[in-house]
């Protein structure tokens, strides 16, 4: 195998190479069109472009009636399950 490359090889690189370059620069264009049409730069989005944070739900509130019938639940759940321990051991 030769380790030069041959001229036929060299120029139909150069050839490709100047052929995508050509592509780039039409596509960039086309890019830069469709930007101004949308009004933007480029570079970072707007700022109003930016989602807002939302609020967190309203936090429950619970009345004293309803807050004494959970603990008065809960005591009778804990009770029973004294029992229950009391009586296996």
């Known amino acids: 195998m030769p380790r030069t ?3 036929k090889d060299v120029s139909l690189l150069s050839a490709a190479l100047e ?3 050509a592509q780039k620069q039409r596509i960039e264009e086309q890019i830069q069109q469709v930007q101004s049409l949308l009004g933007r730069r480029r570079g970072r989005p707007p700022a109003a472009a930016k989602p807002k944070p939302e609020k967190a739900p309203a936090k429950r509130r619970l009345s004293a ?6 603990a008065m639940a809960q005591k ?3 009770a029973a399950f004294r029992r ?4 296996a051991a």
């Open 65 to 70: 009636a309803a807050r004494r019938r959970i």
């Open 76 to 78: 009778r759940r804990w």
């Open 5 to 7: 490359k041959s001229l």
């Open 84 to 87: 229950r321990t009391a009586g």
């Open 19 to 21: 052929g995508l370059e």
